[in-house]
């Protein structure tokens, strides 16, 4: 059972609904769903609102299974989108008309942002330090930098902004600077943040900015029209990044799908 259908579960004959914290409390207490993550009723609230009508952002699944009840205490009660006319059922059907190659895809893909909810929830355990040497050590890992040992950590007080230095050649005649912010997903990076960054990188013509959380509209635009070169790292492709490298995960079992040969059996 995905957290999906766990979710729906609870909710079935639930019209007033639940907030997630009840949601949580459920599911556990039926043993539907084994969470892996460190905060798992935020993992149920993204899940939820990934697929709640009327909520939408760049994550959000096409389908809506879920509506907001009502708002109370500063809490969300969810419930069915369809009310008592259970719509788990035809959620269900629909997951019987797959394919079982498609239902491994869309399990896959389910699988994929836990992962990544889980990489951004420890990033953000561990400490500043921890966060700057993690990203060098990412982007040499992606071959940046002419060796194992082309990255620098040079995060300190007073440091103007850089974090880190990925030196492209063995003479540092090419640098790229680094600054990494690991930011809370509420706190997002501003424009100030990218124009004072730009400024601490003097003659240095590349620079990274990476974030645990997200970049305004601003900040975007400012790195867009600088003359120099900057690439901005989000949260989510931060956590991408990491499971394409191998960097804070690692493989647990490779699955292989078949299709039959027919040249075969001419």
Do not use: W
């Not at 003479?171 to 424009?191: E, W």
């Amino acid at each position: 059972m995905t957290i999906t259908e766990a979710i729906i579960e609870i909710l079935k004959d639930r019209t007033e609904g639940y907030t997630a914290e009840e949601i949580y409390d459920r599911i556990i207490a039926n043993h539907l769903y084994s969470f892996g993550a460190k905060s798992p009723i935020s993992v149920i609230n993204i899940e939820i609102r990934r697929q709640c009508l009327g909520i939408d952002f760049p994550t959000a699944y096409n389908r809506k299974l879920f509506r907001l009840v009502k708002t109370e205490d500063k809490k969300n009660y969810y419930a069915l989108l369809q009310g008592g006319d259970s719509p788990s059922s035809s959620t269900e059907g629909a997951s019987t008309d797959l394919l079982p190659e498609e239902r491994i895809v869309t399990d896959y893909e389910e699988h994929l942002q836990l992962i990544k909810m889980q990489l951004i929830e420890k990033i953000l355990e561990n400490d500043p330090a921890f966060f700057e040497k993690m990203v060098v050590d990412l982007l040499v890992k992606m071959g940046y930098g002419y060796d194992k040992d082309s990255g620098i950590v040079t995060g300190r007080p007073h440091d103007g902004g850089i974090d880190g230095v990925i030196k492209e050649d063995k003479l540092g005649l090419d640098s790229i600077y680094i600054q990494a912010k690991r930011y809370k997903l509420s706190n997002t990076v501003k424009a100030p943040e990218i124009q004072q960054f730009i400024g601490a990188m003097g003659k240095v013509n590349k620079g990274v900015f990476i974030t645990t959380s997200s970049f305004t509209k601003g900040a975007v635009k400012i790195a867009q029209d600088a003359v120099k070169t900057i690439s901005l790292i989000d949260g989510d492709s931060l956590a991408d990044l990491m499971i394409t490298h191998k960097a804070g995960v690692t493989v647990k079992k490779n699955i292989m799908l078949y299709q039959l040969d027919e040249d075969y059996f001419l």
